[in-house]
């Protein structure tokens, strides 16, 4: 099927209280969330509530959309492991005193990648697009515009995350650690002296496009910490 490019998008939302002229597409995006998510824990068998919290707590939301549909998304947020509240964030409860030494081995402003989100719709290449990868590239473009220090996230081996990732050359800093009972995850590293676009056939130029025509809502107390530039022509 042929796909007209210029129908994917890509937009960074806050987790709250978006603008007004955003609201559908911030919608569309809670429920990809909402729905993918509930589907998950289906799948590791969990039966604790979902709240939106999980999501309007997140400092950005990046999700791409074909069309006016979400297609997939990703939370972003900044830590900086100067301070001692970081040290003792939930999300890096699991993570292994030397991963997170080596996490910070070029410094302590981390951007932090969490929920890999891929609607049932988008697997499988629809439209011939191989998504996941297109939005692991995202998070390669992400990082690599940003002034931090390193990229983190856990990918879940169960999904193949961790095998998106390696394909824009994450550095492994932690195999196969157990996440729940049925589930374990790879724990990456993104350095900028190591990673590069994605290794699948066009994605690499498909996500560098998009991201350099990113609407872009979050605030502005949020960008003085990290910087979006869009590369020079």
């Known amino acids: 099927m042929d796909v007209n490019f210029e129908d994917i998008s890509l937009m960074l939302l806050p987790g709250r209280n978006p603008p007004r002229h955003l609201l559908a597409k911030y919608n569309a995006a809670y429920l990809c969330w909402r729905e993918t998510w509930l589907h998950y824990q289906t799948e590791m068998q969990q039966d604790k509530l979902l709240h939106s919290d999980s999501f309007t707590r997140q400092e950005e939301i990046m999700a791409i959309f074909y069309k006016e549909e979400c297609a997939a998304l990703i939370f972003c947020r900044h830590v900086d492991f100067t301070e001692e509240a970081t040290i003792h964030d939930s999300y890096f409860e699991v993570w292994p005193e030397l991963a997170i030494r080596k996490l910070c081995k070029h410094g302590k402003k981390v951007l932090v990648f969490s929920q890999f989100t891929l609607s049932s719709k988008f697997r499988k290449a629809y439209l011939g697009i191989d998504w996941k990868a297109l939005l692991v590239g995202l998070c390669y473009e992400r990082f690599v515009r940003s002034d931090c220090d390193a990229g983190a996230t856990a990918a879940r081996v169960q999904k193949h995350m961790e095998e998106a990732v390696y394909k824009v050359n994450g550095t492994p800093l932690f195999k196969n650690l157990p996440y729940h009972e049925t589930?374990?995850?790879?724990?990456?590293?993104?350095?900028?002296?190591?990673?590069?676009?994605?290794?699948?056939?066009?994605?690499?130029?498909?996500?560098?496009?998009?991201?350099?025509?990113?609407?872009?809502?979050?605030?502005?107390?949020?960008e003085k910490f990290v910087k979006i530039r869009k590369k020079a022509a």
Do not use: K, M, N, R
């Open 183 to 222: 589930q374990s995850v790879d724990l990456v590293g993104f350095f900028h002296d190591q990673v590069s676009p994605s290794v699948v056939p066009g994605i690499g130029e498909l996500a560098e496009a998009i991201f350099d025509e990113a609407s872009i809502a979050v605030s502005t107390i949020q």
